[in-house]
């Protein structure tokens, strides 16, 4: 059974940082693409962050320059460090696991960013 559980979310000030993970179980973690998505309040869900398998990063540009994507193979995880916090960055993160006709999902985890 193929899980990714997040974790790390919380509330943060305007400026902070956070570093969420994601750990993943029964996939062979290394050959995946692994991305980060969030959704706002009364929005979308939209993509934030890609990490290859060959350890390629592209970002999307509400968070290039602040976020970092980042993977451990050795621990089935990947992680987004983010900086800069700002109130628009508040949604729910969500992991996701990409390969060819393969796609799961985390159930997500809640960053708050608020004074």
């Known amino acids: 059974q193929v899980q990714l559980v997040e974790s790390g979310g919380g509330l943060v000030q305007p400026g902070g940082s956070l570093r969420l993970s994601c750990e993943a179980s029964g996939i062979a973690f290394s050959v995946y693409a692994m991305g980060w998505y969030r959704q706002a309040p009364g929005k979308q869900r939209e993509w934030v962050a890609i990490?290859?398998?060959?350890?390629?990063?592209n970002y999307a540009d509400s968070g290039k320059g602040r976020f970092t994507i980042s993977r451990d193979n050795s621990k089935n995880t990947v992680y987004l460090q983010m900086n800069s916090l700002k109130p628009e960055d508040t949604a729910v993160y969500y992991c996701n696991a990409r390969r060819v006709a393969r796609d799961y999902w985390g159930k997500g985890t809640l960053v708050t960013v608020s004074s």
């Open positions: 990490i290859t398998s060959g350890g390629s990063t």
